[in-house]
């Protein structure tokens, strides 16, 4: 029977560099068969002051260790502890590294076999976040009592280990026996724990599918009638929500509306419960659908909050179709798995995709973990949309069985890039006998833009002729580097170079003279000159509905149904309300954006976050710079707050998972969160924006818009940036109940000319007041202190 010495040491951290870590406590755990059968704890005096940082983490102190034994004295015990054991840790190459040197240090050598549960973490819970110890025993509640001492840690370290095994013997044995043959590269001996439970594990496990050496989770199918609601209002009632005028204004025009062939684009205020709106209005007709939102989070939230609830009420089937590879291909999988020699992470990697197959009911690649896994790892058993007839797991596909679901469903949810890429390719079935609903319809543009351009990787062109000793070609080489530089490409100058270089390659990309060319991070770009003809996409005979928050640029002309390749379509702007729990506040002594550096601003930005955290509201910033915002993180941590920020390693619905559950009161964010994340579990909140989110001038899309307009500023730049706030407002106002401000930092709002006309749109949906910061902050504070009587809950999606 293997005995297991859980190991935790704290130690005191490097002051610069090359300093010597020294261990200033040790907790050890003994376990076998899952039972604790001993620990062992001690202080140990480091013989130096303990900074700050070691002080608040660990709760330990100078006085308390000055009086500690010296690691010698407590160097024999150790020993014996650990004798005759498996040497466990989280991390453990730090843990076992420093005992090692600090025991041998004192006459000792040290030789055990390793494991590292976390390692073992990452590869038994596939989908978490994070495997730090806090964040596992926050999920999985390893009853980590003392966070930060050395004997908690490592009771909670057992814990998670006894969790492991346990875990282990509940999988098909051919699961565990094909995860043992890829555990040859986990650290020291960390595969031994996934080999041994191998002759534990049952050879079948209820409610999975064994095909190979893969298991699936069974898929049940609830079987459910659906009924079809009588009417709007009773429908509502039924959800247990309450109609609102505006509401019952957007059923009553979708109503009217379905009965002609013309597309109709309805204007509707963020946050007034437009997405029910839709929803119930079409299924009082009978109506099936396909629904068009612009994210996957949007879409993902569509699935969580509305649903489960249409089909509790009514039956309704609703499912989500997203793109063919975010599915996993369970074939890849299974040629993959043939080979084990493709590196540590990729081993890792597919014995997590064996664990996910058993708890998965989608298929869908980004459920897993973010952490250690590539690009290429995912692309590697990516689906490719095929499923031939006789592979294995023909009738197990993932992606296969989304579409018949959809198939059969009454409302099926879409994002925009797949709406788009799908009437690209297959639209007659796709839309057959449905209404087309696309929310936030002025976001496809974007979608559009990105599905007709072009790129070429012209740098890879550019460095292999950058050797050539010839001057003359030397020369057309830095041409081509500074004709790529520029802000306005030449395009005729590009092609005559890449033409002498013999680029042929090159010169074809470039030979269409009606496109517009530009490059984009070593990457050269071409998209042609008008937008998409959305129009001609969508097959003649379906009802198509637009609804969004902004389709009009303009009181006299709505224009984005033009844009959009429709010349004749039904139009209307439901009546705005101005709002009673929100308020937008504008700081009239904010820096310059255009003349501060991104650090200086970040360090003011973060100065100003630092007195909203007064106010123990949750707080959301928007940024539109990702260096702004990193800048802005930076300070923010060095004045020891804490927050959630956006960055590549943090996906979108986990930063906002996160956020709901309380995880920080300040959330660092951009992109998406602008238009495509709603907080509804937020019962106050302050949203922070420190700058006007103008498009850039240099950005293709908002070059295509300029060229529509007299005065493209004016009548597009300022009525889309007022757009923007107005959604990113809606964020936050998804409830009656909620009360929030929006506090703009930017002084320009403040100001007259386009700051006038930008202000009258705000202020048809809220109240305005404007003031210095101080002024503000004391305003945010007063207004959400307020305490208004319930409401009726009222349907807010």
Known sequence: MTRYAIVDLEATDRKKSGDKIQI??????????????????????????????????????????????????????????????????????????????????????L????????????????????????????????????????????????????????????????????????????LFETGQVITDAVAGCPERVKGLVVRGDIALKK??????????????????????????????ELADIIAEDLGNGLPSFIEAQAGMGKTYGYLLANLVAGKRMVVSVPTKVLQSQLMDDVA??????????????????????????????VRSDA?????????????????TETGELSELSAIMTSQEMLAAVAHTGQVAKGELFADLDFWAQAQEAAKAAQVIVVNHAYLVARLADYPETFLEDRVLVV?????????????????????????????????????????????????????????????????????????????????????????????????????????????????????????????LGYEIYNFYKLPQEVASNQKLLIATDGLQVRQETPQAYGKWLAERLSDLTELKKPIIVLFTSQLMLDWTAKYVNELGIHALVQDARHRPE??????????????????????GVDFEQQKEAILVIPRLPFATPDDILTKKFAVKFDNAFYDFNVPMATLKIRQAMGRVNRKPQQRSTVLVLDARLAGKSYAKRMRRNLHEIVPIETGTFEEMLVKSKDFLG??????????KR
């Open 343 to 359: 590196g540590k992470n990729f081993e890792i990697f597919k014995m997590k995709l064996l664990v996910w197959l058993t708890e």
């Open 111 to 186: 030789e055990m076999d390793c494991v590292d549960t976390v390692e073992l973490a990452r590869v038994l819970y596939p989908t978490f976040e994070r495997y730090g110890l806090d964040y596992l025993d926050e999920r999985l509640n390893l009853r980590n009592n003392a966070p930060h001492t050395a004997l908690s840690d490592a009771l909670a370290e057992a814990e998670l280990l006894r969790r492991i095994q346990e875990k282990l013997v509940t999988l098909p044995r051919v699961v565990v026996a094909e995860m043992a043959r890829h555990a040859g590269g986990m």
């Open 786 to 795: 307020k305490n208004d009587n319930m409401r009726p809950r009222i349907a």
């Open 654 to 675: 986990q930063l906002k998972h996160d956020f709901d559950e309380g995880k920080a009161k300040l959330l660092l964010a951009t992109g998406m969160f602008w238009e």
């Open 308 to 337: 489960p609830g249409l089909f509790g009420a009514f039956g309704t089937r609703v499912v989500k179709l997203i793109g063919t590879a975010n599915y996993v291909s369970l074939e890849k999988l299974r040629k993959l798995l």
């Open 439 to 563: 929310d936030e319809a002025q976001q496809l543009f974007s979608v559009l833009e990105g599905a007709r351009q072009e790129e070429y990787p012209v740098i890879e062109d550019l460095l292999l002729l950058s050797e050539t000793e010839n001057r003359v070609r030397r020369r057309l080489v830095e041409s081509l580097f500074f004709q790529l530089g520029r802000r306005n490409l030449k395009r005729e100058k590009l092609l005559q170079d890449a033409g002498e270089l013999g680029l042929s390659n090159l010169t074809a990309f470039l030979a269409d003279a009606s496109r517009i060319y530009w490059a984009e991070r070593n990457v050269l770009r071409s998209s042609p000159e008008d937008f998409y003809d959305f129009e001609k996409l969508v097959p003649a005979g379906v009802k198509a509905i637009f609804v969004g928050a902004g389709l009009a640029f303009s009181e006299e002309n709505p224009m984005l149904p033009e844009f």
């Open 24 to 109: 200033i406590q040790v907790g050890i755990v003994l376990m076998e068969n899952g039972v604790r059968v001993g620990q062992f704890a001690a202080d140990v005096n480091p013989h130096e002051k303990l900074s700050h940082k070691i002080k608040e983490l660990t709760g330990l102190t100078d006085v308390r260790l000055a009086s500690a034994p010296d690691f010698s004295v407590v160097a024999a015990q150790i020993m014996l502890t650990l004798e005759d054991c498996v040497f466990v840790a989280h991390n453990v190459k730090f843990d076992y590294g420093l005992l090692t040197s600090s025991l041998l240090a004192c006459g000792y050598t």
């Open 219 to 248: 898929h049940v199918q609830v079987r459910q009638k659906a009924n079809q609601p009588e009417s709007f209002k009773e429908a509502l009632g039924a959800l247990g929500f309450t109609v609102r005028e505006r509401q019952q």
